[in-house]
């Protein structure tokens, strides 16, 4: 599906280290332990690709994977609470931010959502700043497979009311499950179509 190579490209710890921005981009971007690394690595159908962990936290770089010859996957480090230093997290949540609103070539940025948790205060920081910088953002519910299929109803009018209020969001959701496989070739051809 993405012609060529994936591949991991480097980390990246401040603005000035980003790559060129001569690519189509797009990143996840979510609370932490979302499940952002373990998307990636779904998407890409490579196991290790990123690294995941069930510590809150984890990633702590901006990642960047090379999809093909043409575009770039962008893993995030997570927002909300995280097992680390404050300082080191203000540190990384300061670049999540400077990278959300002053990158010429990202095309989308992918929300994450826990299924179980649905939209919070926090993420709708995120989704405010993606506004401001008119970042089109698309929700994805992740971790399908945690929830019962009676909880759907809820989850989704959750989201959908908090959407209504952000002109940058893109209106379709996408269910994902990791773990599963659930939704990830839908995923992987929105990507694949961001043009
Ligand atoms: P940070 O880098 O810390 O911000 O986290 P992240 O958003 O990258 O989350 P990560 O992919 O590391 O996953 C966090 C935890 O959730 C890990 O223990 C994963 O195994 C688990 N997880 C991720 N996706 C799924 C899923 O679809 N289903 C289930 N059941 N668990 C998942
Ligand atoms: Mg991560």
New binding site residues.
């Given amino acids: 599906l993405f012609a060529g190579e994936v591949d991991f490209l480097k980390g990246v710890v401040a603005m000035s280290g980003l790559p060129a921005d001569d690519r189509i981009e797009v990143c996840f971007a ?1 609370r ?7 998307l990636i690595n779904a998407v890409t159908g490579r196991k290790a690709l990123a690294r ?8 702590q770089e901006i990642n960047y994977f090379t999809l093909g010859d043409e575009r770039y996957l962008v893993d995030l ?2 927002y909300g609470f ?1 097992n680390a230093p404050v300082a080191v997290v203000e540190k990384w949540q300061a670049l999540l931010k400077q990278y959300l609103s002053g990158r010429a070539s990202l095309r989308r940025a992918f929300v994450l959502v826990d299924s179980r948790h649905g939209i919070k205060p926090v993420d709708e920081e995120i989704m405010t700043l993606l506004d401001k910088s008119a970042v089109t953002f698309q929700v994805v519910l ?2 399908a ?2 929830i019962k299929p009676i909880q759907y109803d809820a989850l989704l009018t959750q989201v959908r009311e908090k959407l209504a209020k952000h002109p940058a969001a893109y209106p379709e959701l996408v269910l994902t ?3 599963k496989g659930e939704g990830i070739a839908n995923l992987r051809s929105i990507i694949a179509g961001i043009g």
């Fill in positions: 979510g932490s332990n979302v499940g952002k690394s373990s995941a962990s069930n510590t809150p936290g984890r990633t480090p997570g995280a992740t971790k497979d945690k499950s990791s773990e």
